[in-house]
């Protein structure tokens, strides 16, 4: 007989795609949304489910509406891979979403569970009553899915696009995180070691000016990015990612020359980590996923050392 806690164990590691420069289309491949969430697998034993997020970690608790699935499946054990969304107007909400996945106490889950509804966009389907379906092909396993899942309610089956091109267009000019491009012959390989999977993101350009920056021993790490907003330079976040180490020894030497004693933010006096705030004299063209709902960027990365002002900068 099968258990709950030996599925788990067997089906907690997820398969990753791999980043993909630009958007193709090949009749070799299927397409779908990339959706902004959190990655979980829901695990359905009889009456009960259990949610394993990609890092092996056990978010039951936080989204307790999922104890319905079992109700809204033709199946008695399944292992279900998809992705929990929090939608506003129409598109995923990632704050939203770390809301609720973050959440611990009773009373803020039940609370966040009425405020911040989720979605389950279902992807895969890994194990159906009693068969490991791992080593079948996607296409097979999606065949499998779509005749135990209809979408209903929170639960969806996330749809298939012959065209990456058009797909990726459609997602950019939406505003979205980017698309998925799968192998229809893959098969099921945990970690992100292939290139079955292909992860194709929507990224969006921002100038700024550098108003600060932070330490790892004596070395540059990142800067503290801000936006003409407000009638003056606002904290948009800070990155590190896109320095090559050359940048950071020079960064290094001419950073401490341009230290200022109080902050060239509007809305920000200090971070959690120690931080040295500068002259706003160096302007930087970053690429980022999106703003957050607190107006701060999603992933930046640093792409180039450009000259600005203040009016260059601004959202």
Known sequence: MIMMSQLIKDYQTVMEPVTFPKAFDDENYIYQVKWDGVRMIAVVHESRVRLINKHGHERTNQYGELQELPAMLDAKTAVLDGE?????????????????DSSRDAKSLSYLRELLPVHYMVFDLLHLNGQDLRQENLLARKSRLEKILFSQGFLH??????????????VDEFNMEG????????LYLPGKKHRQWLKIKCLRSQNCL??????????VNALLLGVYKDGGLSYVGKAGSGLSHGQQQILSEQLPG???SCSPFINLDKIKTDCFFIKPEIGVRVEYLEWSEDMKLRSPT???FIRLKLQDCQV
Do not use: H, Q, W
């Open 302 to 304: 640093i792409k180039e």
């Open 157 to 170: 089956l996330v749809e298939d696009f012959d065209s990456g091109r058009a797909l990726f267009k459609a």
């Open 179 to 186: 698309i998925v491009a799968k192998a229809k012959e893959s």
């Open 258 to 260: 341009l230290e200022i």
């Open 210 to 219: 550098v108003g600060g920056y932070t330490l790892r021993g004596n070395v």
């Open 84 to 100: 929990l969304v929090v939608l506003k107007e129409g598109k995923p909400s990632f704050p939203s979403i770390m809301r609720r």
